[in-house]
């Protein structure tokens, strides 16, 4: 994946849009993020009575000539805000005429462009087979460049254990963890759910963003077939019917609103997209829609 990938238009939208949390972050260095904090930056904030040891330097005298009292102005204080991306880099990502794993790239690429430019603070980690790799990661256009090329040299293989390579990634600071998976994993709901429950302790806003192919949301299959589980390499030959397909559509609908009812148990939300969505609805639909962005 390159940079060329993002074309002019998209570039000058991706400025335009500002990464929205909705708490305000309490820790980190300074940065385009308000912050509970009181300091001393251009924006201001409130009034409070003078106390000894204030800088004189603060007095708002219109306000002594109003109340015959000394008061200081208080400023917020900006903080940057804290990104966590998990790229589930499995196996069953690589799959689709429309790539999943070329979504979830492109996604992560889009959103850390945006974190980036807001003068974000941008982790990215990449998860199989219960190991997370933290990928080393920079601000500004040196640093979006950077991400860029680490992304396209990714490899996806093996399994996932979701619960087991999120909790290994050590997280010291209130931020947003993004975990990017098709979430089709062998370990279960009761290991994506023991991986939310590891953010939520950390105080992290989760998004779980779900990329499917068409392949997989609505397949064409007729007659006789062989599924093969590209992670595990089991297989299980089927007969396909009209019923069978319904039977599938149903039960994919069902886990989908069970990992959305996990998101929000903690707190998160759940964006399913589809990977044969251009980036600009995605990024500029799904993810507003959801109130992630704006």
């Known amino acids: 994946m390159s940079e060329k990938m993002f074309n002019e238009d998209f570039f000058k939208k991706l400025n335009k849009i500002?990464?929205?949390?909705?708490?305000?972050?309490?820790?980190?260095?300074?940065?385009?993020?308000?912050?509970?904090?009181k300091g001393v930056?251009?924006?201001?904030?409130?009034?409070?009575?003078?106390?000894?040891?204030?800088?004189?330097?603060?007095?708002?005298?219109?306000?002594?000539?109003?109340?015959d009292k000394f008061f200081v102005k208080v400023f917020m204080e900006e903080r940057e805000g804290a990104f966590n991306f998990f790229i589930d880099k499995s196996k069953s990502m690589d799959y689709g005429k429309d790539n999943k794993k070329d979504t979830a790239l492109k996604i992560v690429a889009s959103l850390s462009y945006i974190a980036l430019n807001?003068?974000?603070?941008?982790?990215?980690?990449?998860?199989?087979?219960?190991?997370?790799?933290?990928?080393?990661?920079?601000?500004?256009?040196?640093?979006?460049?950077?991400i860029l090329r680490?992304?396209?040299?990714?490899?996806?293989?093996?399994?996932?254990d979701l619960a087991k390579s999120i909790k290994k990634r050590p997280l010291n600071l209130r931020g947003i963890s993004i975990v990017v998976s098709d979430f089709l994993n062998n370990s279960g709901l009761e290991s994506l759910e023991d991986g939310l429950k590891y953010l939520a302790y950390k105080k992290q806003e989760i998004i779980l963003v779900?990329?499917?192919?068409?392949?997989?949301?609505?397949p064409e299959f007729n007659n006789e077939i062989t599924l093969i589980d590209s992670e595990t390499g089991e297989n299980i030959k089927l007969s396909v019917t009209p019923?069978?397909?319904?039977?599938?559509?149903?039960?994919?609908?069902?886990?989908?609103?069970?990992?959305?009812?996990?998101a929000r148990k903690y707190g998160g939300k759940l964006i399913t997209v589809n990977s044969s969505m251009n980036i600009e609805e995605i990024i500029l639909s799904e993810f507003s829609k959801r109130k992630v962005l704006y």
């Open 118 to 146: 807001n003068l974000d603070r941008v982790n990215i980690s990449t998860m199989n087979d219960g190991i997370v790799e933290n990928l080393k990661t920079s601000t500004g256009n040196r640093g979006f460049q950077k």
């Open 243 to 262: 019923s069978l397909i319904k039977d599938y559509k149903e039960t994919l609908k069902n886990y989908n609103e069970q990992i959305e009812n996990l």
């Open 18 to 37: 500002n990464m929205y949390i909705n708490f305000k972050l309490s820790g980190g260095t300074q940065g385009g993020r308000k912050s509970k904090a």
């Open 150 to 160: 680490d992304l396209e040299a990714l490899e996806f293989n093996g399994t996932t």
């Open 210 to 218: 779900q990329v499917l192919c068409e392949e997989e949301i609505n």
């Open 41 to 67: 930056s251009v924006e201001f904030s409130d009034y409070r009575e003078y106390a000894s040891g204030d800088d004189f330097r603060r007095i708002d005298w219109n306000a002594y000539g109003r109340f």
